[in-house]
């Protein structure tokens, strides 16, 4: 396996971001530190043809990390993060590369693939990754940032999605409007996101006043496609269950596949059944009702992943950092309120 960065620093007893200052020529090491590092890059072998390319290769790769692309798809959420990491590296003066890397492939032909594209830095969009995933990236001499994703106990940097607030707020605001009996539409496909969403359901459901707590063991598993999540969806109504007054889905493609399920079964949104998606994607504007969601800044998360990624790059930031942002709700439709001053909703 090829020596890295990171091998010079455990030999030397220093961080990885100051043998990336050694390697650039930055100031802020002494020049004793500085003869330790090359001293050990020499003894370790350590190849540097191709992170010398960093200040040559105005590239950022942006690896699209493809588990089974059940949730990483061409759909407007990763068409606008995408857009976000175009846009910025645009305006930091960087190209963009984009490259896939799939779990069932040759990771080492893929590797090969990614370190043939002489780039400064890169984004891994790792929605789909497992922790274990992150080891066949280690020998990447690059700077690396780590999107939409988070693995505890790595030092990498990352930029994600309070998932966990974000779906505590959007059953407050259920709470808010007067629902009491709820429901989770969660997604069959375990990763990360979907589990802190579902941490976030259940610590707000706990604070509901029900004998039974039945908010909390009201999760129906559905497909993450809108035909997958519109037929487990009819598949629970045929059991003819006690419906809640409001669900709150993982994302906006689940939530209106599940929408289609109950208007065809004769039921009416949100006089019958509320619902609040995740993501405030473009379908939720193109469906009746409109779909109340917790709006995700897209773009953003994208171009503050080029930002962080062009400081580790010029050497000017040390730290590990995550930075999380916050949902918002974006009120449209979908929610009965029992709180204002209105009919109460009547049967299906």
Not at 205 to 213: F, G, L, Y
Not at 319 to 339: A, G, K, Q, W
Request: net charge neutral; aromatic share 8%; glycine share 6%.
């Amino acid at each position: 396996m090829a020596v890295t960065a990171k091998d010079i620093a455990k030999e030397v007893g220093v961080s990885p971001a100051t043998v990336s200052m050694v390697f650039h020529g930055k100031t802020g090491v002494s020049e004793e530190t500085r003869a330790k590092v090359l001293a050990a890059a020499q003894k370790l072998g350590y190849d540097r043809t191709y992170g010398t390319s960093f200040h040559r290769a105005k590239v950022i790769q942006f690896i699209l990390y493809k588990r089974h692309g059940k949730v990483v798809a061409n759909t407007p959420f990763f068409e606008q993060l995408t857009k976000g990491v175009a846009d910025e590296a645009r305006l930091q003066g960087y190209q963009m590369a984009i490259s896939y890397f799939y779990k069932t492939e040759d990771p080492e032909e893929q590797l090969r693939s990614i370190r043939s594209i002489k780039c400064a830095g890169i984004i891994l969009l790792a929605t789909e990754m497992h922790t274990a995933d992150m080891a066949v990236f280690e020998s990447l001499d690059v700077p690396l940032i780590i999107l939409d994703n988070f693995f505890p106990g790595m030092r990498r940097d990352a930029v994600v999605i309070d998932n966990r607030y974000g779906a505590w707020n959007a059953v407050r605001y259920l709470v808010h409007c007067g629902h009491t009996r709820l429901g989770y539409l969660h997604s069959n496909v375990d990763i990360r996101n979907f589990r802190e969403r579902c941490d976030g359901y259940l610590s707000a459901v706990r604070s509901i006043q029900e004998p039974d707590n039945s908010s909390a063991q009201r999760i129906i598993r559905v497909g993450t496609t809108l035909e997958a999540a519109a037929a487990d969806m009819a598949a629970y109504l045929a059991t003819d269950p006690l419906l809640p007054t409001a669900f709150f889905a993982d994302n906006d493609i689940i939530a209106v596949g599940c929408c289609r399920a109950l208007l065809n079964a004769g039921y009416r949104i949100p006089q019958n059944v509320s619902i609040v998606g995740f993501d405030d994607t473009a379908i939720c504007q193109f469906i009746e009702p409109q779909l109340t969601t917790m709006s995700v800044p897209k773009e953003r998360l994208g171009a503050l992943a080029v930002d962080r990624l062009d400081r580790l790059i010029h050497g000017t930031s040390s730290e590990n950092i995550r930075i999380s942002l916050v949902p918002e709700i974006m009120i449209r439709d979908s929610v009965y309120d029992f709180t204002a001053s209105q009919p109460a909703p009547s049967g299906k």
